[in-house]
């Protein structure tokens, strides 16, 4: 999506090798219209697999995913990390480990908004590691409920999520696929000369 790698090259910023700050439109400060395309382009590409729920985590993930349900015309529910005062037993939950905060986040959805019928979009801001799309689609699974797929803002494509996620046959569409971090510049999987 090049208005998408537009803002990343012009708003993003190379903190290392490994990690690209993007606190400028998705992070921190969300840039709403870039955001709703993103959404629009993730409902572009879903809109024949039939969605009946998009699903995301808290927080960064909620700003992609709005417009992607509200195009699909689907509900939008997102996993919290720390359960809620008001959340009871009835839950679905998934432990995620970040390898890169290095601790395990029980991530938590409620039984009533996921069921077997449901045919489900998963969106996140980034895909690393893969860890955070595992425990969702783990969710999805303990609900019965079918993937149809994950819809990714930013693949990191030096680390091995996609790889994961592909291997245990899920689809996986990234707006943006980073093939390097280096030396404050980006590149992209599609600008490698093959
Ligand atoms: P994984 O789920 O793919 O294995 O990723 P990882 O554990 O590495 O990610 C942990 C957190 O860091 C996630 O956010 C993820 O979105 C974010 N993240 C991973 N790589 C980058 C990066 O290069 N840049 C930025 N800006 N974020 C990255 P989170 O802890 O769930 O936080 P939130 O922002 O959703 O609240
Ligand atoms: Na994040
Ligand atoms: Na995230």
Same mark, same amino acid.
């Given at each position: 999506m090049e208005k998408l790698k537009q803002a990343i090259r %012009?708003? #993003?910023?190379? $903190?290392?090798?490994e990690v690209l700050k993007? &606190? *400028?439109? $998705?992070?921190?400060?969300?840039d709403v219209n870039l955001m709703a395309a993103v959404g629009e382009e993730f409902a572009r590409l879903f809109k024949? &697999? #039939? /969605? *009946?729920k998009v699903l995301t985590i808290e927080s960064s993930g909620i700003a992609p995913s709005f417009m992607a349900a509200s195009s699909l015309n689907t509900p939008l529910i997102f996993a919290r990390k720390k359960k809620s005062l008001?959340?009871? %037993?009835n839950v679905y939950n998934s432990q995620v480990y970040s390898f890169t905060k290095r601790e395990t986040n029980d991530i938590t959805v409620s039984? &009533?908004? /996921?069921?077997?019928?449901d045919t489900v979009l998963i969106i996140d801001d980034f895909l690393a590691n893969g860890q955070a799309a595992l425990g969702l689609i783990d969710i999805v699974e303990q609900a019965g409920a079918k993937v149809a797929g994950l819809g990714i803002? /930013? %693949?990191?494509?030096?680390?091995d999520g996609r790889k994961k996620l592909e291997k245990d046959g899920y689809r996986v569409e990234s707006l943006a696929r980073i093939h390097e971090l280096k030396a404050g510049h980006v590149t992209f999987v599609d600008e490698l000369v093959t």
């Open positions: %012009e708003r #993003g910023n190379v $903190l290392s090798s993007v &606190d *400028t439109f $998705l992070n921190h400060q969300v024949k &697999d #039939g /969605i *009946t008001t959340m009871n %037993e039984k &009533d908004f /996921i069921n077997a019928n803002v /930013i %693949e990191k494509s030096f680390q």
